[in-house]
Structures are given as structure tokens and as C-alpha cells.
């Protein structure tokens, strides 16, 4: 079965610090996995989106990475900001330009205390 | 340059009723896809509208109908509300043929049934 699991499913860090939020999957056949931050009530927005040939990519203060072998990804977010709290969700795509095989995570509710 | 955007924000409803929210995608985009989300939950793939039909379609029952016009945009109708469409529907396009497949979601319209 298709599946992307993150984890932790909560985390609060203080304001400054560095942290890490990660993304295991069985989704197969592979296309593209993608980070979202999504804000309360809010859309989510796009971070990264990394194909199985790329191993990192960065936006910022976030950086991404992904090792299609073991099918793990993570989202390392640096010197965090109170405008970072936010949930942020993994998403794998099994079939390029598929919407309906984009299989979501649950998402990680990550709190930046001042 | 106007993003993805949905009407109403918010809603609120009773049970049996219909519901029509709308959508409009973001400039240039020809493909838009909705997704529910429960609360704490990931966005549920519903449906996908390109070319004005019904291209993929999530595990939804036949309540959930769309529609998408000659301009693009969308609208996703409900029948015969239940308390657990409670949700927060999102709208996101894309344009077929982009490499990256890049999804860009709405602010989303929050649907409560009572």
C-alpha cells in the first residue's frame, strides 16, 4: 500500500534553533516528493519539490534532501523563525503530472517558541 | 499576478443541504484538482478537472460532482451534506506539460455542517 509517513507528529523548538522533520514512504513507482508548509486555516505552499535524481535542494532556511534508496526524505530547517510554526506536510508522487497519485502525509505541526 | 483563488472562506451548513464552492485558478494554469481536509488530517485527493471533464478521481462518493468552465475555473458541489464533509477544501492547479508538475493551492473554503 502507498504510504508517506512523517514524523515527529508534533515538535516545538525554540526560536533560533535548528531542527529536522522527516518523511519515510512505500510509494511505488516514484516520481517527485515535495515539502509543503502549511499555515493554520491556511493553504499549503511549496518548499521543494526534489525528483529521485536529486539528493538536496535548499529554499532559504530550508533545505530538503532525499535518498530514493532508502526511501526516506527530511526537511532541515535552520535558525528557526516564530514564523515558521506551521504544519508541514510530505507529499510523493508515483506518476509524473498525476494529481490523483499524490499520496500526502499527515504532516508535522512544528511550534517555534520565543 | 492573482495565485489560486477560492470563494466562500467559510461556510456553515446543516445536514441534507448542497453546497457549490469555487474555484480560479492561478494564471496560466489550465488544471485544477480539489482536496479535503480534515482536521489534522493531510488533504484527500477528490477530483481533477481539465479540458472542462472529470480527468481523475479520488475514493469519493458520487455526492462530490465538479464542474470546470471554458476560463478554467472550477466549482465542487456536495448533495446531501453529512456532518463528517466538515472540512477545509482546497483547490489547486497546476498546467499541463510543466516540468516540475508544481501544484499551488487556494486559501481553501472551511466547511462546517451542523
Known amino acids: 500500500k502507498n504510504q508517506v509517513e512523517q514524523s515527529p507528529q508534533s515538535l516545538i523548538i525554540l526560536e533560533g534553533k535548528n531542527c529536522t522533520l522527516q518523511?519515510?514512504?512505500?510509494?511505488?513507482?516514484?516520481?517527485?516528493l515535495r515539502w509543503y508548509k502549511q499555515d493554520t486555516g491556511r493553504g499549503p505552499v511549496s518548499l521543494t519539490i526534489?525528483?529521485?535524481?536529486?539528493n538536496t535542494k535548499s529554499n532559504g532556511r530550508y533545505t530538503a534532501t532525499l535518498d530514493a534508496d532508502t526511501k526516506q526524505s527530511s526537511l532541515h530547517i535552520t535558525a528557526s523563525q516564530l514564523s515558521d510554526s506551521a504544519s508541514y506536510i510530505c507529499?510523493?508522487?508515483?506518476?509524473?503530472?498525476?494529481?490523483?497519485?499524490?499520496?500526502f502525509g499527515k504532516g508535522t505541526k512544528l511550534s517555534v517558541k520565543p | 499576478d492573482a495565485g489560486v483563488t477560492q470563494s466562500p472562506t467559510h461556510l456553515i451548513k446543516t445536514r441534507g443541504q448542497q453546497v457549490t464552492l469555487r474555484c480560479s485558478p492561478k494564471?496560466?494554469?489550465?488544471?485544477v484538482s480539489w482536496y479535503q481536509q480534515a482536521l489534522g488530517q493531510g488533504p484527500q485527493f477528490i477530483f481533477q478537472?481539465?479540458?472542462?471533464?472529470?480527468?481523475q478521481r479520488g475514493n469519493f462518493p458520487d455526492r462530490f460532482s465538479g464542474h470546470q468552465f471554458p476560463n478554467y475555473s472550477s466549482e465542487l458541489n456536495v448533495n446531501a451534506l453529512l456532518l463528517g464533509d466538515s472540512a477545509l477544501y482546497l483547490c489547486?492547479?497546476?498546467?499541463?506539460?510543466?516540468?516540475?508538475?508544481?501544484?499551488?493551492f487556494g486559501e481553501g473554503s472551511r466547511l462546517t455542517v451542523l
Open positions: 478537472y481539465y479540458e472542462e471533464e472529470e480527468r
Open positions: 518523511c519515510n514512504y512505500t510509494v511505488s513507482p516514484f516520481s517527485n
Open positions: 489547486a492547479s497546476t498546467r499541463q506539460g510543466m516540468n516540475t508538475g508544481e501544484l499551488f
Open positions: 494564471s496560466g494554469h489550465d488544471t
Open positions: 526534489m525528483t529521485f535524481s536529486e
Open positions: 507529499v510523493v508522487s508515483g506518476q509524473w503530472g498525476s494529481q490523483g497519485n499524490l499520496i
